[in-house]
């Protein structure tokens, strides 16, 4: 199975500031990596599909990278509706997995 | 507007079975493959289950191998999920989660399964 090691786990920021969370596969997944933001309480949304495609209606401060098997999400500028817990996935090979996710908290 | 809806979670003993449904709306249902995600309280997202076009392929996590069995009714644009020997580790909010081109596109609200004696 492929593992998505997600960091870090939390975080605290600003709004306005820039913000980065990182994915490393345990092997090769192409270009198959999707982030999710998920509120409590709400049905998780998608953000970023095939490691750089905006989902539709999702703001273009959203962006994703990747370097070999290491997968980014930014957040350029940090808005109030973005506090959340994002999550990565893998869709290259079943059983498809997530990273750990990473809780974006007001600092 | 694409919808869906899940339903059956319920409080249920160890070592029972549940039914979970869900109920699509707005858009092709046929057309589009399917899956079931999970979430244990304080815990993250797990993919438990994947079933295709025409019902053709079905795949499961190694934690519901054997247990849980996903199928689809594309007449009545139906989704489900048959869970049994439940154990007290599967429970969790259970969401019915479309699939667009291998991301998961579009998700319902959940519904919570419990299992505890």
């Known amino acids: 199975d492929i593992q998505m090691t997600q960091s870090p786990s939390s975080l605290s920021a600003s709004v306005g500031d820039r913000v980065t969370i990182t994915c490393r596969a345990s092997?090769?997944?192409?270009?198959?990596l999707s982030w999710y933001q998920h509120k409590s309480g709400r049905a998780p949304k998608l953000l970023i599909f095939y490691l750089s495609n905006l989902a539709s209606g999702v703001p273009s401060r959203f962006s994703g990278s990747a370097s070999g098997t290491d997968f980014t999400l930014t957040i350029s500028s940090l808005q109030p509706e973005d506090f959340a817990t994002y999550y990565c996935q893998q869709s290259h090979s079943f059983p498809w997995t997530f990273g750990q996710g990473t809780k974006v908290e007001m600092k | 507007e694409v919808l869906l809806v899940e339903s059956g979670g319920a409080l249920v003993q160890p070592g029972g079975s549940l039914r979970l449904s869900c109920a699509a709306s707005?858009?092709?249902?046929?057309?589009?493959?399917m899956n079931w995600v999970r979430q244990a309280p304080g815990k993250g997202l797990e993919w438990i289950s994947y079933?295709?076009?025409?019902?053709?392929?079905?795949h499961y996590a190694d934690s519901v191998q054997g247990r849980f069995t996903i199928s689809r009714d594309d007449a009545r644009n139906s989704l489900f999920l048959q869970m049994n020997s439940l154990r007290d580790e599967d429970t969790a909010v259970y969401y019915c989660v479309r699939d667009h081109y291998y991301a998961l596109d579009h998700w319902g609200l959940g519904t919570l399964v419990t299992v505890s004696s």
């Open positions: 707005g858009f092709s249902f046929s057309s589009y493959s």
């Open positions: 079933i295709s076009l025409s019902s053709t392929t079905r």
């Open positions: 092997h090769s997944i192409s270009t198959f």
